[in-house]
């Protein structure tokens, strides 16, 4: 007697389309990751990361799973801030690579915040990239700066091999990730940079080109060129 068997094709692995690894982030659904403005993670996480109010740097570790990425990098002071993400750290980047990536030294001083830090305060970190179909993929990490921490001391910062990162030109600079493509152009139907896609969303003093030239100073080639940084 003949035995038939017929092999199941495989089925595809699922994989993220970005992880934000530290500060540890609110919560991971990748369903939800379209959702504005924390990929479904409403509530304030009450297990805060510490990070040093005297550092005035914030180390910030993503692994990607797509192989081009626009991200962009924004924060909202307060212990409930919702949807106002008013403050952008970074210029918007486009990456290249699979895994992971770190920034480990975003400046924090009060010229590129608008305003100073204290003892104590609550904030919460936006990573932002541009999603499959349009639109925006969105996590968020709950922080607080705290006098008592005098190193920052993330689970891991570096690149992996063949993660390389630029910072866009012009307006790509400070077009939110969202309304951006992983080249940096503009979404069909996209205008003013925003951070929820629906409405124009404020930046600080700071943000965009004066910033570009701070932070990607101090960072130099060995973001650019892909090099692991502890």
């Given at each position: ?5 017929i ?5 595809p ?9 530290w ?12 959702t504005?403005p924390?990929?479904g ?26 192989s ?6 924004l ?8 949807d106002?993400?008013n403050?952008?750290?970074?210029p918007?980047?486009?990456a ?16 590129t ?47 992996n ?7 866009f ?30 409405s ?31």
């Amino acid at each position: 007697m003949r035995t038939a068997f017929i092999l199941s094709p495989l089925l595809p692995i699922a994989a993220a389309h970005f992880t934000l690894d530290w500060p540890a982030a609110r919560g991971f659904d990748e369903d939800k990751m379209p959702t504005f403005p924390c990929g479904g993670f409403n509530t304030p996480s009450s297990n805060r990361t510490s990070i040093a109010l005297d550092a005035n740097v914030l180390p910030v570790d993503i692994t990607f799973h797509h192989s081009q990425t626009a991200v962009s990098y924004l924060l909202a002071l307060g212990s409930n801030p919702g949807d106002n993400f008013n403050i952008t750290l970074e210029p918007t980047l486009g990456a290249h690579g699979l895994g992971e990536f770190c920034l480990p030294s975003i400046p924090l001083d009060s010229k590129t915040l608008g305003v100073s830090l204290h003892d104590g305060q609550n904030a919460t970190l936006q990573v932002v990239t541009d999603g499959d179909n349009g639109g925006g993929l969105f996590a968020c990490a709950d922080i607080v700066f705290s006098s008592s921490v005098t190193t920052n001391t993330p689970t891991s910062c570096k690149n992996n091999t063949g993660v390389e990162a630029t910072p866009f030109s012009g307006s790509a600079a400070t077009r939110i990730a969202n309304e951006s493509d992983a080249n940096g152009a503009a979404q069909s139907g996209s205008g003013t940079a925003t951070s929820s896609g629906t409405s124009p969303t404020s930046t600080s003093q700071g943000a965009g080109v004066p910033l570009q030239t701070a932070s990607w100073g101090i960072l130099g080639a060995a973001v650019l060129g892909g090099v692991a940084m502890l």
